[in-house]
T-cell receptor, first 114, second 113 residues
Framework: DVKVTQSSRYLVKRTGEKVFLECVQD?????MFWYRQDPGLGLRLIYF???????EKGDIPEGYSVSREKKERFSLILESASTNQTSMYLC?????????????FGNGTRLTVT | AQSVTQPDIHITVSEGASLELRCNYS??????LFWYVQSPGQGLQLLLK??????LVQGIKGFEAEFKRSQSSFNLRKPSVHWSDAAEYFC???????????FGTGTRLQVFP
């Protein structure tokens, strides 16, 4: 069974801090994604990666960056956290493009920025 | 523009009752349609998907969905709901022009005993 592990379930950070959200998958998937989930807005794609050291902007990349140095690990970085980045962050992976293979999600990291 | 609308934010049903969750999409080409479920404290899990062919699609956990092109809809149904079905349900659309999925805003299902 595919496992996508997000390192923290809850995080509380201060405005202006640099924040790292870590995600690891154990099924050798090529594709990895970061989504943000907010009530009334659903899931919005922040960044995705189809290969090591490759990254693509999603729909809401502003204020975020990502790193993929190893195939199994995809990190989301908030360079200078702001209160409007308080949200639930979901990492996902897939074997192939999401149209052709299901997305496997982690349990999420709930980030609060004060 | 591509979009997905889930008009019901919150639905409450009694255990054993039938269920229908609505999803309408806007997509310029042939859509690929999905339903995902998010149980409390969990990530999302794929319930079912439609690419082509038979417009009635069977999924896991006894769910099914019907694609109606004329109504731009892909509604999710279950004949008899169980308490464990309480969760949030997301409809999503994609297509060959983009392999990114666009998710709806979700419908939260509450099940009363």
């Amino acid at each position: 069974d595919v496992k996508v592990t997000q390192s923290s379930r809850y995080l509380v950070k201060r405005t202006g801090e640099k924040v790292f959200l870590e995600c690891v998958q154990d099924m050798d998937h090529e594709n990895m994604f970061w989504y943000r989930q907010d009530p009334g807005l659903g899931l919005r794609l922040i960044y995705f990666s189809y290969d090591v050291k490759m990254k693509e902007k999603g729909d809401i990349p502003e204020g975020y960056s990502v790193s993929r140095e190893k195939k199994e690990r995809f990190s989301l970085i908030l360079e200078s956290a702001s209160t409007n980045q308080t949200s639930m962050y979901l990492c996902a992976s897939s074997f192939a493009a999401p149209l052709n293979s299901p997305l496997h999600f982690g349990n999420g990291t709930r980030l609060t920025v004060t | 523009a591509q979009s997905v609308t889930q008009p019901d934010i919150h639905i409450t049903v009694s255990e054993g009752a039938s269920l229908e969750l609505r999803c309408n999409y806007s997509y310029g080409a042939t859509p690929y349609l999905f339903w995902y479920v998010q149980s409390p404290g969990q990530g999302l899990q794929l319930l079912l998907k439609y690419f082509s062919g038979d417009t009635l699609v069977q999924g896991i956990k006894g769910f099914e969905a019907e694609f109606k092109r004329s109504q731009s809809s892909f509604n999710l149904r279950k004949p008899s709901v169980h308490w464990s079905d309480a969760a949030e349900y997301f409809c999503a659309v994609g297509g060959v022009n983009t392999d990114k999925l666009i998710f709806g805003t979700g419908t939260r299902l509450q099940v009363f005993p």
